[in-house]
């Protein structure tokens, strides 16, 4: 079965520090992948995504993605975490051929601390 | 703002009752999604539309969940005889299927309480 699992339910870091929230998937062939980011009573917002190319993928508030396709694997990272973002994060996955639909992770809570 | 927008953004129902939504995509966008998101859990994929046709539907997607697309515009998820279990935030997304544009953009989602 298609999957993607987000190991850690939240994550905590200190302002300042570099952060990395994990994501690991189960796709059959090249799948495209994606980063959300939810505040609290907003909509997802994209940050990022890899469909091909480099594997280390730059976003939106200074985020980047490191694609590893040996270990199935697309982690969210940021040389240096600020207060503002802490929210919940979701990996997503669009399967090749299969008509676009994303397949999400259970998402990992980020808490920044000052 | 020209993002995606969602109406009603909260619906209390009780168990039994018809529900409906609607979504207003990004105007260039002819791909149109709908997810359900339950507490603690990403959205699951419920079914989508290019233009105004509906071209996959989830297992997820019982009888009682009916959604359209008429004019390849708005769309609108109805829910009848709706249960407690139907509780949730149902989200919607549109995409722009071109080359190069994969993302796809959500709304702020409709929070249904069944009771």
């Known amino acids: 079965a298609q999957s993607v699992a987000q190991p850690e339910d939240q994550v905590n870091v200190a302002e300042g520090n570099p952060l990395t929230v994990k994501c690991t998937y189960s796709?059959?062939?090249?799948?495209?992948l994606f980063w959300y980011v939810q505040y609290p009573n907003r909509g997802l917002q994209f940050l990022l995504k890899y469909i091909t190319g480099d594997n280390l993928v730059k976003g939106s508030y200074g985020f980047e993605a490191e694609f590893n396709k040996s270990q199935t694997s697309f982690h969210l990272k940021k040389p240096s975490a600020l207060v503002s973002d802490s929210a919940l994060y979701f990996c997503?996955?669009?399967?090749?051929?299969?008509?676009?639909?994303?397949?999400f992770g259970q998402g990992t809570e980020l808490s920044v601390k000052p | 703002d020209t993002g995606v927008s969602q109406d009603p953004r909260h619906k209390i129902t009780k168990r039994g009752q018809n529900v409906t939504f609607r979504c207003d995509p990004i105007s260039e966008h002819n791909r149109l999604y709908w997810y359900r998101q339950t507490l603690g859990q990403g959205p699951e994929f419920l079914t989508y539309f290019q233009n105004e046709a509906q071209l996959e539907k989830s297992r997820l997607l019982s009888d009682r969940f009916s959604a359209e697309r008429p004019k390849g515009s708005f769309s609108t998820l109805e829910i009848q005889r709706t249960e407690q279990g139907d509780s949730a935030m149902y989200l919607c997304a549109s995409s722009l299927a071109d080359r190069g544009h994969f993302e796809q953009y959500f709304g702020p989602g409709t929070r249904l309480t069944v009771t």
């Open positions: 796709v059959s062939g090249n799948p495209y």
């Open positions: 997503a996955v669009r399967p090749p051929n299969q008509g676009g639909k994303l397949i």
